[in-house]
């Protein structure tokens, strides 16, 4: 027990001293992917969205966090909701898929607002966002895969702890302060999955959520609230509650020696990691024998998983892009459609915002597309990272492909010349010439920095419509 305590002891005392290179390198890989994200995501209809919501219903004056893309000054909750919004915009962040969450999401954001809220230098912003993703990679690792299966979205379940860490070392709190900070935050916590059955842009607030309920958090932390001390062990606390099923070890196990950042994976295709093994796959076959729309007949993906099969198995037919994105068999036919190879071959930022979804030649491959799970399960061992592909043609070939660990995953990663691609990717449409390059050679030089705020600076593009975005 006392398993809260301990990590707000351990996040109480952390320095970047005690972080091994390699972890710091993830973080800085990790912090240039995330905001990558939250600037292309500014630029979505939905985004746009909820920034006039908020911008509507804030008085004027000076806020102490910037808006990435916009500039707006804000409160730091408010400016943190609204990039951890623009950062989960087009399902582009980072995956840890063990648990599973997407601890980026929700770190990135929240220590940078609360940076440039406390005025804070490079190194104290890395720390924040490895301490961040340690902290919430435990906890959904604690509940997985029940949190997940009982219907609740991990990122807004634990994504308040990430926050509220990130909070507790940018302001320096101590142990009973950082307890405190859990304690609120545990009541922040939400989530549901029904967007996996029926669609629904709500699903795009889904890291703005915690995040803003995290720095809340963190400030009512630092005015003196006081929360439950087994927030997360206790009868009524979150493993219980929300899982049910649970193992409280892996909350502490092996803390500041094992780091669960390590374990996490960068997204090539802007739609639910649990669908990119197929692109990859399709790619594989296409090599052996090229075949485009027309040429199939039929193409299976097995899985031996039940909760896999529901979460991207539901949707032939989406209805709006969300569906979209949650759709395997959708998703895999504008692949097929497409005919391209890697990161831009149908599946990215952009083709999302920009797909048809009542296009009907996609409509009718994807119903050729169909997602089971296999009689002999030992035949496709991972469940969460890969699985298995049979392509049939109509001219009698079958070809299958099985894939353990889809690209970008740890096993399979993205090299640091694929996750620059991704930037300019992502951010050359709508960033001024030069601006991609610059933010990337800043985040690769982040230890240097004195103060956040020239970062900050790289990140604001103005109030006006970028040149690209989605069709409304």
């Not at 398993?3 to 290179?21: F, H």
């Not at 994200?37 to 746009?48: D, F, V, Y």
């Amino acid at each position: 027990m006392n398993e809260t305590r301990i990590l707000a002891d351990w996040v109480s005392g952390l320095k970047i001293e005690d972080i091994p290179d390699e972890v710091v390198e993830h973080a800085e890989r990790f912090l240039l992917d995330n905001l990558g994200c939250q600037l292309a995501g500014a630029t979505t209809p939905w985004s746009r969205q909820f920034y006039d919501v908020v911008k509507k219903t804030r008085s004027g004056g000076s806020g102490a966090a910037t808006v990435s893309f916009y500039g707006d000054r804000l409160s730091p909750d408010d400016a943190a909701f609204l990039n951890a919004t623009f950062n989960h915009a087009n399902e582009c962040d980072d995956t840890h898929l063990k648990s599973p969450t997407h601890p980026g999401q929700i770190a990135v954001p929240s220590a940078m607002a609360m940076a440039e809220y406390a005025g804070c230098d490079g190194d104290r912003l890395l720390l924040a966002v490895i301490a961040a993703y340690e902290v919430m990679i435990r906890i959904s690792w604690s509940c997985a895969p029940y949190l997940i299966y009982r219907g609740h979205h991990p990122p807004v379940g634990v994504g308040p702890f990430g926050a509220a860490t990130a909070g507790a070392i940018i302001l320096g709190f101590d142990k009973q302060t950082a307890l405190d900070c859990y304690g609120i935050a545990g009541s922040h916590s939400a989530g549901l999955i029904e967007y996996t059955k029926t669609g629904g842009s709500v699903k795009r607030i889904h890291a703005g959520i915690p995040t803003q309920g995290g720095v809340r958090a963190t400030l009512f932390a630092e005015a003196g609230i006081t929360g439950p001390a087994s927030i997360l062990e206790g009868e009524k606390g979150f493993c219980k509650v929300f899982a049910g099923d649970y193992d409280l070890t892996r909350l502490t196990d092996e803390l500041g020696t094992r780091w669960h950042m390590l374990d996490n994976g960068l997204k090539p295709y802007a739609c639910c990691h649990l669908i990119h093994f197929v692109f990859d796959a399709i790619d594989e076959l296409r090599d052996q024998k090229d075949f485009g729309p027309d040429d199939l007949d039929e193409l299976i993906v097995y899985t031996n998983s039940e909760p896999i099969l529901s979460h991207i198995g539901s949707i032939t037919e989406p209805t709006d892009i969300l569906g979209a994105q949650f759709s395997l068999p959708f998703s895999t036919a504008m692949r097929i459609h497409h005919g391209g190879r890697g990161m831009e071959g149908g599946n990215g930022f952009w083709d999302y915002l920009e797909v048809d979804v009542k296009n009907q030649a996609l409509i009718e491959t994807a119903n050729k597309i169909k997602v089971m799970v296999a009689a002999d399960r030992e035949r496709y061992l991972t469940v969460d990272t890969g699985a298995g592909v049979v392509v049939k043609l109509k001219d009698g070939t079958e070809m299958e492909s099985k894939l353990a660990h889809s690209w970008g995953l740890p096993e399979n990663p993205l090299s640091d010349a694929d996750l620059a691609a991704k930037f300019h990717y992502l951010n050359d449409p709508i960033l001024p010439q030069g601006r991609a390059q610059q933010i990337i050679d800043t985040v690769g030089d982040v230890r240097s920095l004195k103060s956040v705020d020239g970062l900050v600076e790289l990140l604001v593009v103005g109030g006006g419509q970028p040149e690209r975005t989605a069709a409304e």
